[in-house]
């Protein structure tokens, strides 16, 4: 079955900096790749998702590029702020079942 | 345009005993997936509910069994309960039509077993 790898576990950054988290996956059958964040105590939000015929897509500060190639995606987060501190998830979908990275820890600091 | 809604928002049960979760999906949808959230890891994929069927299964018992009624929504079952089956419970909903099977949550189900 599918699996994904995400790091870093946890991230800190000064607010206004930029933040960037990775994630790898194993099964080439995969062709949507969403993020999702998480803050404490809630659900997870779809923040963006990318396909696979596509290399790059953004959204304001939040950017998401695939290397199908390499089986790597990665989040970019620019001009942090203070309120986007949660978890933030990876996930993989090789048929319809999500599965999910690890999660990745995001500290801004004011 | 009412989101995905879950129930109940916690519950306690104790070890060998059974529980059931409900789930309403986003207007709209017609697929219901069932994820587990352990504390500090990432969601964990059930099973999912389509037509009223089980299309695709995890890697799970089969002390969780589920059921999809005509209006699309669901209830996860989970017999034989164990200490570790404390965890937060996920319903997430999607649209066929779409290709790319967005999913979106619901706000949980805390399961705690003692």
């Known amino acids: 079955g599918e699996n994904v790898e995400q790091h870093p576990s946890t991230l800190s950054v000064q607010e206004g900096d930029s933040a960037v988290i990775k994630c790898t996956y194993s099964d080439s059958a995969s062709n949507y790749f969403p993020w999702y964040k998480q803050e404490l105590g809630k659900r997870p939000q779809l923040i963006i998702d990318i396909r696979s015929n596509v290399g790059e897509k953004k959204d304001q500060r939040i950017a998401v590029t695939l290397n199908k190639t390499a089986k790597h995606f990665s989040l970019h987060i620019t001009e942090t702020q203070p309120e986007d501190s949660a978890v933030y998830f990876c996930a993989a979908n090789p048929r319809r079942a999500l599965t999910f990275g690890s999660g990745t820890r995001l500290q801004v600091q004011p | 345009d009412a ?112």
Do not use: M
């Open chain 2, 3 to 114: 989101g995905v809604t879950q129930s109940p928002t916690h519950l306690i049960k104790t070890r060998g005993q059974q529980v059931t979760l409900r789930c309403s999906p986003k207007s709209g949808h017609d697929t219901v997936s069932w994820y587990q959230q352990a504390l500090g890891q990432g969601p964990q994929f059930i099973f999912q509910y389509y037509e009223e069927e089980e299309r695709q299964r995890g890697n799970f018992p089969d002390r969780f069994s589920g059921h999809q009624f005509p209006n699309y929504s669901s209830e996860l079952n989970v017999n034989a309960l164990l200490l570790g089956d404390s965890a937060l419970y996920l319903c997430a909903s999607s649209f066929s039509g779409k290709p790319s099977y967005e999913q979106y949550f619901g706000p949980g189900t805390r399961l705690t077993v003692t």
